[in-house]
């Protein structure tokens, strides 16, 4: 994913003069030959990132469209405030990029392992965050990104799914078990594992790479009396969304995604996923409780 | 009236006793306010008693609004503009006095700061206030964002309007100030011109002067008296372009 966000973002700062790109010299290597071309817009402020983005914020305030890219952690948990405040508070914009996500990192260790990022993203008002499941989902939604006015978070990560799914970020089924069966959301590269833990179970699988704006028209759409959230960042993350979105219904809402405790475990990202019961068999066996136990309180 | 003036040189090799004679020697007494924003710091302050350091900026903005900064009420959406950029937010009164004196905000405003239907805070917001460049109050945003502005307009060729930014001495230990010094100086940003009132009043002092914190990552810099309004022109006009400038405007200890 990264190698399409810096192709994509070579051509986008080529195409369009109020493009800029902000870095905190991760990934400088691979804008040389942008920063060439583009010495004015292509700015690598060394390992600074609360100058990163408050920098962004200067260059939209004089009216640019400014990426801004680092690894997760260093991005958004770093320099929250002037997230807060030198863009959000200035009335201004940025695409923030990261890489990293939850634990690819993994044997870094917890400086470089950022499952709260879409968390912190989520306290701030009217962001567009854009968690893609494939490398071949990322050049559009970046340019739909940078084309908008407002800010956008897209999460790269190095896991992914067999294949892309483009769109606008909506619901979209990929498995439909009839009306009222319960119903999977997956967002992002953890489709694949959540597609195969259920495949023998009735449960309608629907896919997007867009939590926020979450689609609650679809969710309300879509949903029976029973919801399973999966999600490749902290567990419960949009759960408030879902809730609210769901709050005239019965309904019960289980929520999966990566833990709170520090694991304290090196390894690999997919020994994470397995750590953290977000692999196939993990989900499977949530899910199985999840429903089981709903069938038990059903009395059947 | 004496200046002093460094330029860019050699780092000292020891951080030496904090100097206190960096600053010119001025008459202790503070001066009268700036005639046209006597009346309207008057009716802002309406009786309430002001920490020192308000009055202690007042020279400084009308020294920039009157003498230096191109900017006008009917230009503050100009591309062309000077900015100014207050960051620390919480020299507040004083700035709405010089705005109003300038006509960028009506006189009336001055008489509900902080009310519930107000544009004016205790801290500036730009959504709010015509003429106001960044919200501020957190210390420390202001060196950041000046620096993406400086660089916005040099992307965009527009090469002759500089961006100020005010802070103060104590503003200067949060860390995100020194990332923004050691870059626009590494870089040459020669559009910047950072203005530190300087009361002494940082916990832990600077060492060697606040000047030097700038001069060192290749900043010019000048000292002068925070209340004489020709020193501080004079400060502020004696950028050379090529790199970033700061002027220190030293005021008493606590003002």
Do not use: C
């Not at chain 1, 863009?87 to 917890?110: F, N, W």
């Not at chain 2, 006189?107 to 009310?115: I, P, R, S, T, Y």
């Not at chain 2, 940082?202 to 309004?229: E, I, K, Q, S």
């Amino acid at each position: 994913m990264r190698d399409r966000f810096v192709d994509t973002t070579t051509a986008l700062l080529a195409e369009d003069p109020r493009t800029a790109l902000v870095l905190a010299d991760i990934s400088a290597a691979a804008f040389a030959p942008a920063a060439y071309r583009h010495p004015d817009r292509v700015l690598n402020v060394g390992i600074r990132e609360q100058l990163m983005v408050g920098v962004a914020g200067g260059l939209a305030l004089t009216g640019l469209r400014p990426i801004v890219h680092s690894y997760a952690p260093f991005l958004v948990e770093r320099a929250y405030e002037q997230i807060k405040i030198d863009l959000d508070h200035q009335g201004v914009g940025a695409v923030l990029v990261s890489v990293g996500a939850s634990y690819d990192r993994a044997a870094s260790g917890r400086t470089h392992l950022s499952p709260a990022d879409v968390s912190l993203i989520d306290t701030l008002h009217g962001w567009t965050v854009h968690v893609p499941g494939h490398p071949g989902e990322v050049p559009a939604l970046l340019r739909d990104a940078v084309a908008a006015d407002g800010s956008a978070y897209l999460r790269l990560s190095t896991l992914h799914n067999a294949r892309p799914y483009g769109g606008d970020g909506a619901l979209r089924v990929l498995r439909d078990a009839g009306p009222g069966a319960p119903l999977l959301v997956a967002v992002g590269p953890v489709l694949d594992a959540a597609l195969a833990a259920v495949a023998d179970l009735g449960v309608t699988v629907a896919y997007t790479h867009r939590p926020r704006p979450f689609d609650t028209a679809g969710l309300r759409a879509l949903a029976g009396d029973a919801v399973i959230l999966v999600e490749p960042y902290l567990a419960g993350t949009s759960a408030r969304v879902v809730s609210a979105a769901l709050a005239d219904r019965p309904h019960r809402l289980l929520a999966l995604g990566v833990g709170r405790d520090e694991l304290r475990r090196y390894g690999s990202a997919e020994d994470h996923t397995r750590w953290h019961g977000l692999d196939a068999a993990g989900l499977r066996h949530s899910v199985g409780e999840f429903l089981d136990s709903a069938l038990l309180g059903a009395g059947r | 009236m004496t200046t002093t003036t460094a330029s860019a040189g050699p780092a000292p090799t020891a951080a030496p006793p904090r100097d206190r004679t960096a600053a010119p020697p001025r008459d202790p007494t503070v001066p009268p306010l700036p005639g046209p924003v006597a009346p309207l710091y008057e009716r802002i302050r309406a009786g309430r008693e002001f920490s020192a350091k308000v009055r202690s900026t007042v020279d400084v903005l009308w020294v920039l609004y009157d003498r230096v900064l191109r900017v006008t009420p009917e230009t503050v959406d100009d591309s062309r503009r000077d900015r100014f950029l207050l960051s620390k937010g919480h020299a507040v009164e004083g700035y709405y006095a010089v705005l109003a004196a300038k006509g960028f905000i009506p006189a009336e405003w001055l008489d509900d700061q902080g009310g519930p239907e107000s544009r004016l805070g205790d801290h500036p917001d730009r959504m709010l206030v015509p003429g106001v460049e960044i919200g501020s109050g957190s210390l420390g945003h202001g060196l950041g964002l000046g620096v993406g502005t400086a660089l916005g307009l040099r992307a965009q060729g527009l090469l002759t309007p500089r961006v100020h930014m005010l802070l103060g001495d104590a503003e200067l230990d949060e860390g995100s100030n020194h990332e923004a010094i050691a870059y626009a100086g590494a870089t040459g940003l020669g559009s910047l011109t950072a203005i530190v009132v300087d009361n002494r009043s940082a916990t832990y002092g600077w060492p060697g002067g606040v000047a030097a914190r700038f001069t060192v990552n290749g900043w010019t810099a000048t000292t002068v008296d925070g209340h004489d309004h020709d020193a501080l022109h004079t400060a502020l006009t004696g950028h050379d372009n090529h790199r970033p400038h700061v002027v220190v405007a030293a005021v008493d200890q606590g003002e």
